[in-house]
């Protein structure tokens, strides 16, 4: 199972940012994609995950309407498409597959994720 992240870079305050997910090694079934981030001294936070299975959604509360997650089951990828970004959102990003099984996708921030991407930096600033 690998993870391939992309997309990062800077931006400006207000900017929109879309990072893509290109995993391999797995069959889609009842996998999920969450995007993850850890800004410098900060601990892991969940941002969004998505089922691959029906498309089924999760935010952070912090992302107020700013992030939309997606996936191309054809293309075997996910994406974040990150809008109004803040100099809050500067972080590393990472996506993570996890099988989720009969767990409902609304708890896919808490569960453990079997694999990780190695990460893409995001920078808010001007």
């Known amino acids: 199972l690998q993870l391939v992240e992309s997309g990062g870079g800077l931006v400006q305050p207000g900017g929109s940012m879309r990072l893509s997910c290109a995993a391999s090694?797995?069959?889609?079934?009842?996998?999920?994609i969450g995007w993850f981030r850890q800004a410098p001294g900060k601990e892991r936070e969940g941002v969004s995950c998505?089922?691959?299975?029906?498309?089924?959604?999760k935010y952070a509360d912090f992302v107020n309407g700013r992030f939309t997650i997606s996936r191309d089951n054809a293309e075997n990828t996910a994406y974040l498409q990150m809008n109004d970004l803040e100099p809050e959102d500067t972080a590393i990003y990472y996506c993570?597959?996890?099988?989720?099984?009969?767990?409902?996708?609304?708890?896919?921030?808490?569960?453990?994720?079997?694999?990780w991407g190695q990460g893409t930096q995001v920078t808010v600033s001007s």
């Open positions: 993570a597959a996890v099988n989720l099984g009969i767990i409902h996708t609304s708890y896919c921030l808490e569960v453990d994720y079997d694999a």
């Open positions: 090694g797995f069959s889609f079934g009842y996998y999920a």
């Open positions: 998505i089922s691959l299975r029906d498309g089924s959604t």
